[in-house]
């Protein structure tokens, strides 16, 4: 059993170690100049460590069915009157060929957390159906058990996404009224148990406009030291996603300014030299622009977060949600579709995106991982 984060939480912000000492007080407040300053060091690590790289991924949104009710998501069970889909494995298949065909080969499968709609059998049969075309598939869904995760790893995913949404206890139980996310610590054990199923890759965040952005940042940083020196075998990732508009119509408690998405970047790079950075569509296309060369090692684009949204597959099974329990529709449904997580700010092409990238002098990395490298004979040659 892995050692649990849950007192070095708990001990924040009062105790911390001489790393997190050093990332809050990157955190204090800093001038134009200071802040300035911290993106050319961050710009430069990330040069140092990761190229002129940047790996490109797209999301493919499975199903929006969920039995969470979560103050601050579209997906949200209280949210009965929103279209949903659970698509079918060659629905998916179809999604991700499009998404090939833009030049990705690293997909990152997403859905509602619905054990009735997205089974453990369901997404080990979704993760082998695309297997051969796409090398690298990661999944951000409901958390599992650590066996579950190693079915799978075995099915030929390698990549475990899970955001905690909030650290602050009280906080949490008040965004997480009903269903499984309702249990802080069985979600903020999700990345050990992911590890102990053999992720290479474990990707943790935060939603920022929840809580203090300065104490939210701290305790992800906890978080990722802890998964550094307990899961050391892994890779990480983190991110510092944004509210977004989404159906609830539910708004920001706090702000989270861009001056302040700079700050936390660059507190976070410079003081975690080789972690992932991830950028999603959620943010405005300037913003990324601007953002891309100063920390930043994966973005996302041409993003959609409604299952079907690239292809349109799945609008012929549309259908509300209520208690959990499937309400067919009543008439046509010729131009309605699944409703998304959240609203997309960054619309571009990845085309275009990859293009702003050659424009910046970095290089847009579609493929870096194949499965072939662990077989036998790679190893041999």
Not at 256 to 266: E, K, R
Not at 271 to 282: D, I, K, Y
């Amino acid at each position: 059993m892995l050692t649990s984060f849950t007192p070095v939480l708990d001990a924040l912000p009062t105790r911390k170690s001489p790393l997190m000492e050093k990332f809050w007080a990157l955190l204090e407040t800093k001038s134009p100049s200071q802040l300035e300053a911290m993106a050319r060091e961050s710009r430069a690590i990330t040069r140092r460590n990761f190229g002129r790289t940047m790996r490109m991924f797209a999301p493919l949104y499975v199903s929006n069915e969920c039995v969470n009710n979560c103050s601050y998501c579209g997906f949200s069970r209280d949210n009965t009157s929103i279209m949903r889909v659970t698509l079918t494995v060659d629905q998916v298949i179809k999604e991700a060929r499009h998404l090939t065909q833009q030049g990705f080969r690293n997909i990152l499968l997403v859905a509602g957390e619905h054990p009735r709609f997205v089974s453990e059998g369901y997404l080990e049969e979704c993760i082998h159906a695309i297997r051969d075309f796409v090398p690298t598939i990661g999944i951000e869904v409901g958390p599992m058990e650590a066996p579950e995760y190693e079915r799978m790893v075995k099915a030929g995913c390698e990549g475990l996404v899970v955001y905690h949404e909030t650290y602050d206890r009280p906080l949490y139980s008040e965004m997480h009224t009903a269903g499984p996310k309702k249990d802080f610590e069985w979600r903020l054990a999700c990345p050990e148990r992911g590890y102990e199923g053999g992720f290479r890759r474990i990707g943790i965040g935060a939603l920022f406009g929840l809580s203090d952005w300065r104490l939210e940042a701290l305790r992800l940083a906890a978080h990722l030291e802890h998964l550094y020196k307990h899961c050391w075998k892994s890779s990480f990732t983190v991110a510092f996603p944004r509210l977004r508009p989404a159906a609830g119509g539910f708004q920001p408690k706090t702000g989270f300014p861009d001056w302040a998405l700079v700050q936390t970047l660059c507190a976070f790079r410079l003081t975690f030299p080789e972690v992932g950075v991830v950028l999603s569509t959620r943010e405005p296309a300037a913003l990324r622009d601007a953002l891309a060369p100063l920390g930043v090692t994966t973005m996302s684009a041409g993003s959609h977060t409604e299952p079907g949204g690239y292809t349109g597959a799945g609008q012929d099974d549309l259908h509300h949600t209520v208690r959990g329990k499937r309400v067919d529709l009543d008439g046509k449904t010729e131009n309605a579709k699944a409703e998304g997580q959240f609203g997309i700010a960054d619309t571009r092409s990845p085309a275009e995106v990859a293009e702003m990238l050659k424009n910046q002098g970095l290089d847009a990395v579609w493929k870096d991982w194949d499965p072939s490298i662990l077989t036998e004979g790679a190893l041999a040659a």
